[in-house]
């Protein structure tokens, strides 16, 4: 949800107020306590966005599943420790489609920490410590804001278990040069969701700086 309205989707759907929730009478953009972190369930996420968008909390989520686009595991990150936040708020959180069966089970977990959970340490990280909560808070909830927005136009959390070789296999055959056209006109014809592979934390940070 983006200033009261409700955003569906083919591939996902998200929701989230944000920027109405906070200690005492402040209102924040990311909801929470400032130096405090809360949350951190993916089973209480779903609820939350559930009852964001009026749905009983007992809805079945098949086929999609509850993510936290700030990943939970980043709840000691201290720029979120500096500003506090809910990581269950339904702001945080996304309902993804559950990996198509030619990402195995493995790469489902790993590939999602390997390469978005990296993205997001990368982008927490560059953010300045030093600067006041208000606007470090401000720098969260745009990158916050950016990721969400990045996974509706369907950018990959998965690398595909067998994308490296077969992409190596492809430059023995055809060379490098040519195989640099091919991925050049790959990328201008073909939706990104659909060019195969799956997610790296290259092609994350050229959408994210688009």
């Known amino acids: 949800m ?18 109405t929730k906070g200690a005492g009478d402040v209102k924040r953009l990311i909801p ?36 936290h686009i700030i990943p939970k595991e980043f709840r000691s990150h201290p720029v979120l420790q500096k500003i506090g936040m809910e990581m269950d708020d339904a702001s945080n959180g996304f309902f993804q489609r559950v990996p198509d069966a030619d990402i195995s089970a493995t790469s489902r977990h790993k ?3 390997s390469v978005y959970s990296n993205f997001v ?8 410590i030093n600067q006041n909560i ?7 909830y745009e990158l916050q804001y950016k990721l969400r927005l990045l996974q509706d136009k369907g950018l990959p959390l998965y690398m595909k278990d067998d994308y490296l070789e077969n992409e190596l296999k492809k430059i023995k055959k055809i060379g490098m040069e040519q ?5 050049m006109e790959k990328e201008i014809a073909t939706p990104v969701w659909k060019r195969g592979g799956g997610a790296t934390v290259d092609l994350w940070e050229r959408w994210y700086n688009k």
């Open 2 to 19: 983006e200033n009261g309205v409700l955003f569906n989707t083919s591939d996902g759907v998200k929701v989230g107020s944000g920027g």
């Open 32 to 67: 929470g306590t400032p130096g405090k972190v809360t949350g951190g369930s993916s089973t209480k996420l779903g609820k939350n966005m559930f009852e964001e968008m009026g749905l009983p909390i007992t809805t079945k989520r098949t086929p999609y599943q509850a993510q």
């Open 111 to 113: 590939g999602y920490h």
């Open 121 to 128: 340490r990368k982008k927490l990280d560059e953010i300045d």
């Open 134 to 140: 208000s606007m470090i808070e401000k720098l969260v």
């Open 179 to 183: 195989y640099k056209i091919e991925r």
